[in-house]
């Protein structure tokens, strides 16, 4: 039961910096893109690459950070990390070719 409510808590704290971080980084982003076009920029692809670079902070930082602990915890390789992080970044580039 106590693993249950463990779990439980995890996802609410999941969501909770999911929100936050695509807020913050989504503000942060039209700022910038404002600042350099004089005419702030967002597009579907920013958000995605707002997801995806939060899953390798979630996996390779905040998993450890949270209440629920297991031998499943595991960080990703650094093949993985650095693939994601570059689709990432490719991702939040594309309003400049777009737009």
């Given at each position: 039961?106590?693993?249950?409510?463990?779990?439980?808590?995890?996802?609410?704290?999941?969501?909770?910096?999911?929100?936050?971080?695509?807020?913050?980084?989504?503000?942060?982003?039209?700022?910038?893109y404002q600042w350099i076009f004089g005419q702030p920029l967002y597009h579907w692809s920013m958000t995605l690459g707002n997801m995806i670079l939060f899953l390798v902070l979630y996996r390779n930082y905040f998993q450890f950070k949270g209440w629920y602990k297991s031998e499943n915890n595991k960080k990703l390789n650094k093949v993985s990390t650095r693939s994601l992080t570059l689709i990432s970044i490719g991702l939040l580039l594309i309003p400049i070719w777009i737009g």
């Open positions: 039961m106590l693993k249950l409510v463990s779990f439980i808590f995890e996802l609410l704290r999941l969501c909770i910096l999911l929100a936050l971080t695509l807020l913050v980084l989504g503000g942060v982003e039209k700022v910038i």
